[in-house]
């Protein structure tokens, strides 16, 4: 029999996973570096060993989230590209991933400007992936149309923090139905 290892997080994964959970529970601002430090066993001036800023922390952790969730649904869409695929996943994605979800939506604005404009970039890339898969549904639809449907089809799976999200998993056929009917002409 093999013994099982188990390994300690790393400074910088217990750094990093401390970080997600304080901002998304007491806000950027709320917590200060002298916090995190004490959260994860560090003086304040030692976390500058792991991390650039406190705005670079949160910078990377939304950064992260985003490019887990395009990878994360990039795969389970070549398994099965259906709207539905997409629907199920992005709401055990954000249901799985509570902090930074929380932290994507109301922390970001704390970001440089420059910084917001990467998370578009990042954003603009997963919206991309549910237009492609609305093209492939329904290939006559104008483009313009599919980018619209889009747009929408996100700001309602990313109903603001603290409400119940996982009321749309119950109805998910209804809502690729009314997907579906918003792209017909």
Not at 32 to 41: I, K
Not at 48 to 77: N, T
Not at 146 to 156: D, F, H, I, N, S
Request: glycine share 6%; hydrophobic share 45%.
């Amino acid at each position: 029999m093999t013994a099982v290892l188990r390994r300690e997080p790393l400074p910088r994964e217990l750094l990093l996973d401390k970080a997600r959970q304080l901002f998304a529970e007491r806000g950027f601002h709320a917590v200060s570096l002298r916090e995190l430090g004490q959260a994860v066993g560090l003086h304040a001036g030692s976390l500058y060993a792991h991390i650039e800023s406190k705005d670079a922390l949160l910078l990377e952790l939304i950064e992260e989230g985003f490019e887990s969730l395009i990878h994360s649904m990039q795969v389970r869409l070549a398994e099965a590209p259906r709207l539905r695929t997409f629907l199920r996943h992005h709401l055990a994605f954000r249901q799985a991933n509570s902090h930074w979800y929380l932290l994507a939506l109301t922390e970001a604005r704390h970001l440089t400007a420059g910084a917001q404009q990467e998370l578009q970039e990042l954003k603009g890339e997963y919206a991309h992936l549910l237009q492609c898969l609305l093209m492939q549904q329904l290939p006559k639809s104008p483009p313009l149309q599919v980018a619209k449907v889009a747009r929408q089809t996100l700001y309602l799976l990313n109903t603001p923090p603290g409400s119940d999200g996982d009321v749309l998993s119950d109805c998910l056929g209804d809502l690729e139905q009314l997907i579906l009917k918003r792209l017909q002409p």
